[in-house]
C-alpha cells in the first residue's frame, strides 16, 4: 500500500517538484524513492522506540497532537537530511521538498486509515501482511498491545 501512496504523491505533485524545486524527472522519481524509504526506516525505529503514539496520530486524519507533531518534523528533517545528500540539492530547496511531500505523504494516510484506527491497519500499509522485515516486526510488535 505504502507503494500505491508514493505513486498518488508522485502523480499528484511530481510536476510541482519538478517546477518549484527545478528537479529533474531522474531527481524526482528519487525523491519519491527516498521519500518511501526514509518514512519507512523512521517509522520502524519509532515503533520499536516507543513512538507509537506519535505515528498513529501523525498518519491519522485527525489534527496533528504534539506528538504527531514531532513525528512530522523528525521525519521532515530527516528527509531533507536525505535529499540534501542524495540528490545533491541546497539545504533550503531540500526542506521545501521534504515539506512538500510529507503535506501530502500525510494527507494521503489519513485519507486511506481516517480517525480511528488500530496499529494493524497502519501496519498493512506498510506491508504489516508479511511474516518477515518491517511488517512482521511491527506486527509483532502491535500484538503487544492488543491491536
Sequence with gaps: MIDNIMNMVKDQIGGDLMEKFGL???QKDEAINITKDTISETVSKEATGGGLSGIMNLFSSNDNDSEGNSMLDNLTSSLSSNFSSKLGVDSS???GIAGMIMEKVSALFGDKLGSNFEIGDL???FGGDSKSGMGGMLGKLGGLFGK
Excluded: C
Aim: glycine share 12%; charged share 20%.
Design 93 to 95: 530547496k531540500s526542506s
Design 123 to 125: 501496519l498493512g500499509m
Design 24 to 26: 529533474d524527472s531522474s
